[in-house]
């Protein structure tokens, strides 16, 4: 979401949100309370690298060399995760974390630069500002040196983007797809408004990816001042996680984006070469989670599974919190077994309504156990989490119903004490700006922020 949010996209968002009311009933989320138990052991995780499925032999011999340090028994919980997502590791990966917006554009651009065939981008914003333009500018003039660019945008996530902006952009050559539009006579399916393209991805080529929770907007310009040591500038940019891929799970999150663009309807792009053969990069294990609508939920049930094994630390970095009652019970159940559980939510917001709805469930948290911080200065957009230090994730799913229901999502699950103590660091970088709410400052609100919490708590389902 963008910060400088128009009457108008508001507006709108509000006609989707009341007409999805209208033709739909809720939807649930599956009953995984108790999913470590449930799940039948596997006896070791599937490994995938560049050359295909590893025998077992090879891939305990992988997973040994990687773990044999480790204070969890990471295998197990891969092996769970692969059970209840069925998608496999894949190896051979290099994963680099990108800190908000300019590192994360820096990277992005330095890639389109250097393409050779193809750039897909697939965008919940992709906003008319000055760095949109620069995007879009730069994007044309990448298909009109021949590299074919392929982009999905989510037609409400850019209600408040002129369509002047996209056909400037068609004209030049590049193929678009506005995602599920919210005007029915331009659909090629069902209306279903509330069902949206969150996903942020960019694949280049098919042998370098990027994803995370980065828009196409400005409000990405400026640094967050996440690891700087002074304060003196004068514009703050959002605090967002991104990470990019070489490696094998390229292919992975190409997939992805296909899958999508076929499933729309949308005119056939077999003239690219979107699978060259891929060598290893690196030595990162990584699991490629995507959901969607009447999906099987794999985000949410690894989500649930890491913090029921979790043993020692629960540290999340949340955007728009507003979790259903098995996430809060598997965070509480984490704090009994010993767990430290801490979450790092927004201080400055921008939307005041999520905002209010996160909010409505500190009492519950507080005294549960769970330890709450606010993130100042920044607007908070990032979605990671980190458990244990060996299980993290980055990616576009909020831990709300919304994200787990009803956007198409991605995210990535890394796995090992490398890049997890790097995500540990992070997220203790963001703890030194940020401000604990402790039960009896909690106390101390005013009554009318209360009141905002029950009002939007009310609409808790459709944020």
Same mark, same amino acid.
């Given at each position: 979401?963008?910060?400088?949010?128009?009457?108008?996209?508001?507006?709108?968002?509000?006609?989707?949100?009341?007409?999805?009311?209208?033709?739909?009933?809720?939807?649930?989320?599956?009953?995984?309370?108790?999913?470590?138990?449930?799940?039948?052991?596997?006896?070791?995780?599937?490994?995938?690298?560049?050359?295909?499925?590893?025998?077992?032999?090879?891939?305990?011999?992988?997973?040994?060399?990687?773990?044999?340090?480790?204070?969890?028994?990471?295998?197990?919980?891969?092996?769970?995760?692969?059970?209840?997502?069925?998608?496999?590791?894949?190896?051979?990966?290099?994963?680099?974390?990108?800190?908000?917006?300019?590192?994360?554009?820096?990277?992005?651009?330095?890639?389109?630069?250097?393409?050779?065939?193809?750039?897909?981008?697939?965008?919940?914003?992709?906003?008319?500002?000055?760095?949109?333009?620069?995007?879009?500018?730069?994007?044309?003039?990448?298909?009109?040196?021949?590299?074919?660019?392929?982009?999905?945008?989510?037609?409400?996530?850019?209600?408040?983007?002129?369509?002047?902006?996209? =056909?400037? $952009?068609?004209?030049?050559?590049?193929? @678009?797809?506005?995602? %599920?539009?919210?005007? *029915? +006579? /331009?659909?090629? &399916?069902?209306?279903?408004?509330?069902?949206?393209?969150?996903?942020?991805?960019?694949?280049?080529?098919?042998?370098?990816?990027?994803?995370?929770?980065?828009?196409?907007?400005?409000?990405?310009?400026?640094?967050?001042?996440?690891?700087?040591?002074?304060?003196?500038?004068?514009?703050?940019?959002?605090?967002?996680?991104?990470?990019?891929?070489?490696?094998?799970?390229?292919?992975?999150?190409?997939?992805?984006?296909?899958? =999508?663009? $076929?499933?729309?309807?949308?005119?056939? @792009?077999?003239?690219? %070469?979107?699978?060259? *053969? +891929? /060598?290893?990069? &690196?030595?990162?294990?990584?699991?490629?989670?995507?959901?969607?609508?009447?999906?099987?939920?794999?985000?949410?049930?690894?989500?649930?599974?890491?913090?029921?094994?979790?043993?020692?630390?629960?540290?999340?970095?949340?955007?728009?919190?507003?979790?259903?009652?098995?996430?809060?019970?598997?965070?509480?159940?984490?704090?009994?077994?010993?767990?430290?559980?801490?979450?790092?939510?927004?201080?400055?917001?921008?939307?005041?309504?999520?905002?209010?709805?996160?909010?409505?469930?500190?009492?519950?948290?507080?005294?549960?156990?769970?330890?709450?911080?606010?993130?100042?200065?920044?607007?908070?957009?990032?979605?990671?989490?980190?458990?244990?230090?060996?299980?993290?994730?980055?990616?576009?799913?909020?831990?709300?119903?919304?994200?787990?229901?009803?956007?198409?999502?991605?995210?990535?699950?890394?796995?090992?004490?490398?890049?997890?103590?790097?995500?540990?660091?992070?997220?203790?970088?963001?703890?030194?700006?940020?401000?604990?709410?402790?039960?009896?400052?909690?106390?101390?609100?005013?009554?009318?922020?209360?009141?905002?919490?029950?009002?939007?708590?009310?609409?808790?389902?459709?944020?």
């Amino acid at each position: 979401m963008s910060h400088n949010i128009s009457l108008k996209r508001i507006i709108s968002i509000c006609l989707v949100i009341g007409a999805s009311v209208s033709i739909s009933a809720c939807a649930s989320l599956p009953e995984v309370g108790s999913l470590n138990s449930e799940l039948s052991q596997p006896a070791h995780p599937t490994v995938t690298n560049a050359k295909g499925t590893l025998s077992e032999k090879k891939s305990r011999s992988l997973l040994s060399a990687r773990w044999k340090n480790s204070h969890v028994d990471i295998a197990t919980i891969a092996a769970m995760e692969e059970a209840a997502t069925g998608k496999p590791l894949i190896a051979g990966n290099k994963v680099t974390l990108l800190y908000d917006g300019p590192q994360t554009m820096e990277a992005m651009i330095a890639a389109i630069n250097a393409a050779k065939d193809h750039i897909n981008l697939e965008t919940y914003i992709f906003d008319q500002d000055e760095l949109g333009i620069r995007f879009a500018d730069m994007l044309i003039a990448r298909q009109r040196a021949g590299i074919q660019v392929n982009i999905i945008y989510d037609s409400v996530g850019t209600i408040g983007t002129p369509q002047a902006f996209f =056909t400037k $952009m068609r004209d030049a050559g590049i193929r @678009l797809l506005a995602f %599920n539009p919210v005007n *029915p +006579l /331009k659909l090629k &399916g069902p209306w279903e408004p509330n069902n949206r393209d969150h996903r942020k991805i960019l694949v280049v080529d098919g042998i370098v990816a990027f994803t995370g929770g980065v828009n196409i907007s400005s409000t990405y310009a400026n640094s967050s001042l996440f690891r700087s040591k002074t304060r003196r500038e004068t514009k703050v940019g959002w605090r967002d996680t991104h990470i990019k891929i070489e490696g094998p799970a390229v292919a992975a999150l190409q997939w992805i984006f296909l899958d =999508t663009w $076929m499933g729309e309807k949308s005119p056939d @792009l077999s003239d690219s %070469n979107f699978f060259p *053969p +891929l /060598k290893d990069a &690196g030595d990162k294990l990584v699991r490629v989670l995507a959901s969607e609508p009447d999906g099987d939920h794999d985000i949410y049930k690894a989500y649930i599974l890491a913090i029921q094994e979790a043993k020692k630390t629960v540290h999340i970095t949340c955007a728009y919190f507003v979790p259903d009652q098995q996430i809060l019970q598997a965070l509480s159940d984490a704090v009994r077994r010993g767990v430290d559980v801490k979450i790092i939510l927004p201080g400055v917001t921008d939307s005041g309504l999520v905002f209010h709805a996160t909010q409505s469930f500190y009492t519950e948290m507080l005294n549960n156990g769970i330890r709450i911080y606010q993130l100042q200065i920044a607007v908070l957009h990032a979605k990671t989490a980190v458990i244990d230090q060996v299980w993290a994730t980055v990616g576009s799913t909020n831990i709300d119903t919304r994200s787990f229901l009803h956007n198409n999502e991605i995210n990535v699950v890394v796995f090992g004490g490398e890049f997890g103590t790097a995500m540990e660091n992070a997220f203790m970088e963001d703890l030194r700006y940020s401000v604990e709410m402790t039960i009896d400052k909690w106390k101390q609100r005013p009554l009318s922020n209360k009141f905002k919490e029950w009002l939007a708590r009310r609409f808790e389902y459709w944020l």
